[in-house]
């Protein structure tokens, strides 16, 4: 399968705050630490809050996000099964 990659020139980096990741961690029961079937990235989240193109946006947050079953981790590319 071949995977297609925006130069890194056309890359938007787009950093994320507190209120940004609060928000979008409301949308997460779970993540692939905890359960297996959590399939979404957390970044399409944050796609959603802020308005970006998924296929040009690559995000930067301030610290993790928390899973709220099992306390991991979350970051930009962590799977996650939404509420």
């Keep these: ?14 950093l994320i705050d507190e209120a940004i990741i609060d928000e979008a961690q409301l949308s997460v029961s779970a993540c ?7 399939s979404m990235t957390f970044d399409f989240f944050l796609d959603a809050l802020t308005g970006c193109d998924p296929m040009t946006t690559e ?11 099992c306390l991991g ?3 930009e590319k962590t799977r996650i099964l939404y509420r």
Excluded: G, W
Aim: aromatic residues 8%; glycine residues 0%.
């Design 59 to 69: 995000y930067l947050m301030c610290r993790p996000a928390k899973c709220p079953r």
């Design 1 to 14: 399968m071949k995977e297609f990659r925006v130069p890194f020139e056309q890359t938007n980096i787009v």
């Design 73 to 75: 981790s979350i970051t």
């Design 32 to 38: 692939e630490h905890c359960c297996k079937d959590a």
